[in-house]
């Protein structure tokens, strides 16, 4: 059995991991006694300014609650046979919709591709969406380095 060793990835192996979208967890922080929520979600990267921009399901009614300011943490993996390889990102959601639209938000959603993935009960034409981005306070690549056999 090979022994493994995680390290961290470059900046550039980071960029090409992310891409300019993909899918993650994102979980957000209830309160302290309960359990922090966490739904599979897809993102947008931008590597110019190493931000994340996420297309939501809009219901406040849910247990998500309202999500502007959130503190949040969002992980997204590979998968496959390759070494795994795992990006973390935690802060704060802001709101991206147009009434929050800044030049700088605009810019960013250019750099992006969202996918738009359907987990919903109900067809996508139905769902009400919301934007949000997260500029990361921390953000953490790390990748399975193998030794031996």
Same mark, same amino acid.
Request: cysteine-free; overall charge negative; charged content about 35%.
């Given at each position: 059995m090979a022994e493994t060793n995680?390290?961290?990835?470059?900046?550039?192996?980071r960029e090409a991991f992310l891409?300019?979208?993909?899918?993650g967890v994102l979980s957000l922080a209830v309160d302290e006694e309960t359990?922090?929520?966490a739904a599979p979600v897809s993102y947008g990267y931008?590597?110019?300014?190493?931000?994340?921009y996420f297309r939501l399901a809009a219901n406040?009614? #849910? *247990?998500?609650g309202r999500l502007d300011g959130r503190p949040v943490t969002f992980v997204t993996y590979g998968d496959g046979d390759e070494p795994w390889k795992s990006v973390v990102a935690s802060g704060r959601l802001e709101d991206a919709s147009r009434e929050?639209?800044? #030049? *700088?938000?605009?810019?960013?959603f250019e750099r992006v591709d969202i996918p738009l993935v359907d987990v919903f009960d109900r067809p996508v034409r139905e769902v009400t969406f919301e934007f949000f981005r997260l500029v990361p306070d921390e953000l953490t690549a790390r990748?399975?380095?193998q030794r031996g056999t």
């Amino acid at each position: 059995m090979a022994e493994t060793n995680r390290a961290e990835m470059s900046d550039d192996d980071r960029e090409a991991f992310l891409g300019v979208g993909g899918t993650g967890v994102l979980s957000l922080a209830v309160d302290e006694e309960t359990a922090p929520y966490a739904a599979p979600v897809s993102y947008g990267y931008d590597p110019e300014e190493s931000v994340f921009y996420f297309r939501l399901a809009a219901n406040r009614d #849910s *247990e998500k609650g309202r999500l502007d300011g959130r503190p949040v943490t969002f992980v997204t993996y590979g998968d496959g046979d390759e070494p795994w390889k795992s990006v973390v990102a935690s802060g704060r959601l802001e709101d991206a919709s147009r009434e929050a639209i800044t #030049s *700088e938000v605009l810019d960013g959603f250019e750099r992006v591709d969202i996918p738009l993935v359907d987990v919903f009960d109900r067809p996508v034409r139905e769902v009400t969406f919301e934007f949000f981005r997260l500029v990361p306070d921390e953000l953490t690549a790390r990748e399975e380095l193998q030794r031996g056999t």
